[in-house]
């Protein structure tokens, strides 16, 4: 197991991994780590990657890392196919999904083990798996009505790991993509929670993706229950774009690029702050 996970299970905190595509959220992501001490991941899904180019994600990455000495993983967001995260590993990311939930539980299983496979014979320590489909995108959304039935079948789960060999699961408990438009975010079946952790056990990661919109009680609850990875992307695009948009409403005439992105940085860093915070992991560098 990745020593960010580790410590993170030992110690019951979750390690936040936060979406990029581009350099002023890679630069606020940073400044809220090193200002917190605390661990990071730095999380691109296939569009993200493709815009910044994962080369230079990864040597953007380790310069900061250098720099501030966080310590920080890059990791693939929602890879589609085994080619997409060959090219992550090959391009030296440390960690990566395969979301094979669109793909029968068969089919998936049999990806998902290909996929483990050629990431353990390059050295890579971390593969995250999806089977159950999380519903939404990461944008303001329309109420959905989430099904129950669509959970994470806990033995499933168990099944799944057992057959995959992976190290962390993605799990569907009442979360989901985006933050809805006119209320909060559906609640968290911790029970549910609990018993996939029970029938799991402590050596698969578990993984909450679409940490943006959600109680913080429950956050709070879900990382007692074992939850060791956060996905937030949506919190951190509507504080990226709504600060954009204000600086340039308040500025019209500024066309100087320096001058118009210190304070988006600065809106995306006090989000990243606040998720550290809730997430309970800083001060842990
Ligand atoms: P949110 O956009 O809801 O924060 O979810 C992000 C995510 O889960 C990325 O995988």
Redesign the pocket.
Known sequence: MLDIFKKAQENKYAVGAF?VSNLEQIKAIFLAAQNLKSPIIISASEGEAEFIGKKHLRAIIDSYKKETGVEVILHQ??GKSFETIKDSIDAGYDSVQFDGSKLSFEENIEKTKRIVEYAQSKGVKNVEAEFNHLEGQ?ALIEKIELKKENFTDPSQAKDFVERTGVDALAVVIGNL??VFKDCQNPKLDIDRLKEIREAVGQDVNLVL?????IAEDDIKEAVKNGIVKI?????LRMAYTNSLKKTLEDNPDQITPYKIMPLVVEAVQKVVEEKIKLFGSDNKL
Not at 209 to 213: P, Q
Not at 231 to 235: A, K, Q
Request: hydrophobic share 5%.
């Open positions: 979406n967001d929602h990461s993509h985006g993706h679409g940490g943006s919109g996905n937030v992307n949506t919190e």
